[in-house]
């Protein structure tokens, strides 16, 4: 199992990388428990001694997290974040920019416009 425990920002960042690549470039950032971490955008390593403010509520409570930072560089962008753990033994956090926050809520609520009604379904704008 993946143990980030002490790991330091230089041998976590091939793997934030790769998760960076994966999530078509999304910004992401990963710290181990005992060490700060990385912040990758674009393609680019942006900061390699990262603390993360939701990393570390991350590893303090062990729970994934979907909030919006009121600080840092992602003040005000929504977040997904979760921890890296082998049972119950949490080792690193990773994070995202969670560019689906808010979607379908937006998607919901465009279809219960009602000028947009006659197009759709009965069981999709119940009256």
């Keep these: 199992m993946l143990d980030l425990k002490g790991t330091s920002s230089k041998d976590i960042f091939p793997l934030a990388y790769s998760i960076h690549i994966l999530v078509n470039k ?3 950032t990963m710290r181990s428990r005992d060490k700060p971490g990385v912040r990758i955008e674009k393609g ?3 900061d390699d001694n ?3 403010y939701v990393l ?5 409570y062990g729970e994934i997290l979907r909030v919006t930072p009121i600080c840092g560089p992602y003040a005000g962008v929504p977040v997904v974040v979760v921890p890296v ?4 033994e949490i080792s690193g956090a990773v994070g995202i920019v969670d560019l ?3 979607i379908f809520e937006e998607i919901h609520s465009i279809t219960r416009r009602k000028e947009l009604a006659k197009f759709l ?7």
Excluded: H, I, M, N
């Design 121 to 127: 379904p009965d069981e999709a704008f119940p009256r």
């Design 26 to 28: 999304s910004p992401v």
């Design 50 to 52: 990262y603390e993360g």
């Design 85 to 88: 753990k082998e049972e119950d």
């Design 44 to 46: 680019k390593l942006l």
């Design 56 to 60: 570390k509520q991350v590893l303090d």
């Design 100 to 102: 689906t926050a808010g």
